[in-house]
């Protein structure tokens, strides 16, 4: 039996009274980006011209009564991302862009959230609150570098983490080569 919707029936298209109504509530469950706003409302409105237009209307609005602002959103997520996830730059770059942020707003949130933060500490700080401790072998190594990639931090910062702990030479070439041979994106 596959999957079902709460009711079997396709909505209606909302109205731009409806709609308003709709991205308020969207807006009072989670922070969105303006562009994540408008996919979102894209879908509740009737295609074309016209439900283009209502949902320019009803972002103007938001706009207007001050509820949707991209770069307080940008500066609230880059913020939450460093102090409670301990994510360096890139990742919070990435997931910006995801969200349909433009580049000058991301690069100047980031500039200011990431200016006095050392990414060693910020990188630490993720290592201590995923609880990765310093490697054994070499498959472990290679986890917490993996781990480390994917929550944004470069690879000289990755690299110098696991000098310090003492983790062999042979076993950082290893992964320098793995490293290499990767394919780019």
Known sequence: MPFQSKSGKKKEPLNEAGLLEYAIRSLGRAMRSEADLRRLMAARVEPGAQGDAVVAAVVARLKEYGYLNDARFAETYARLR??????????????????????????????TRYAGASEEALAREHLERKRLRKPENEKETARIMRRLVAAGFSTGVIYKI???????????????SVDEDAPEE
């Not at 301990?86 to 991301?106: A, C, M, N």
């Not at 696991?162 to 320098?176: A, C, G, H, K, M």
């Open 162 to 176: 696991l000098r310090q702990w003492d983790v062999p030479d042979e076993t950082l070439q290893v992964l320098e």
């Open 82 to 111: 460093q102090e409670n996830e301990k994510f360096g730059q890139r990742r919070v770059r990435q997931d910006l862009q995801q969200k349909g942020i433009h580049t000058t707003l991301i690069d100047e949130t980031l500039e």
